[in-house]
């Protein structure tokens, strides 16, 4: 299980971060629900720390198909070892055409769908046609939420519906990880649900708010919960 923390610029990485978590990503909260930084500078942070961590980084809100393409083209030659693009679309029957476009070629960076558990019609139709992203060629599904002040992962899922979800995408052998302005006080439960990955923002940030800087203490807080719980597995797997 991975902890990962997004980061808004190249000033927020330090030894101490790095040390905590499991992937870094790179998502401009200034920029929208899953804003991208520009290329220059996740180069930057890719000759710098690529052998210290895995790196994410985000596509940005886009719902142009064209736009998407080009954008996923050019993040894929970064040297990424993620990129989370957003399942977003202009008309809702045309929800998947991202993943068609993305059947047509192979890419060298593992893609993460985001899907906004907040657009409830959407998620819905997620939820129905998992085997879609398979056939995709898509490993990893991340429910996230768009509108940042509507409430957080738990306020749309319960935990008994994203028990279900997560059973039904190891079904199609695909991962998944949850984010989504989830809190300190919910990681024991979302730890408890096995997801891939696990991911935050505002509750590492001061004040709470996505906006603000990163705060250590609050990183690590969050960390001790994931080293708990895979020591506490690891003794069971052992007795």
């Avoid at 299980?1 to 808004?8: A, C, G, P, R």
């Avoid at 202009?90 to 907040?118: G, Y």
């Avoid at 429910?143 to 957080?152: E, H, P, V, Y």
């Amino acid at each position: 299980m991975n902890f990962l923390v997004s980061v808004k610029n190249i000033s927020e990485i330090s030894d101490e971060l790095l040390n905590e978590i499991d992937i870094l990503d790179l998502k401009d909260p200034s920029k929208g629900s899953i804003g991208a930084w520009n290329n220059l500078e996740i180069k930057k942070v890719i000759t710098r720390f690529k052998n210290r961590t895995k790196i994410s980084a985000t596509l940005g809100d886009i719902f142009n198909n064209k736009k998407f393409k080009e954008s996923l083209e050019s993040f894929d030659n970064l040297n990424l070892d993620f990129v989370k693009f957003g399942l977003l679309s202009f008309a809702n029957e045309n929800l998947f055409e991202k993943l068609r476009l993305i059947s047509l070629k192979k890419f060298r960076t593992k893609l993460v769908c985001v899907v906004f558990v907040d657009h409830k019609e959407t998620f819905d139709r997620v939820n129905r046609s998992i085997k879609i992203f398979l056939d995709a060629g898509i490993e990893f599904i991340l429910l996230d939420t768009f509108r940042k002040d509507a409430g957080n992962l738990l306020d749309f899922c319960n935990r008994k519906y994203l028990e279900k979800f997560i059973s039904k995408c190891k079904h199609f052998n695909i991962k998944v990880g949850l984010a989504g302005g989830l809190k300190e006080s919910q990681v024991p439960t979302l730890l408890s649900l096995k997801p891939n990955i696990i991911g935050f923002r505002s509750a590492v940030c001061e004040f709470y708010k996505r906006e603000s800087l990163i705060k250590l203490k609050k990183v690590r807080r969050i960390s001790f919960h994931f080293n708990s719980f895979r020591s506490n597995a690891t003794e069971r797997a052992g007795a």
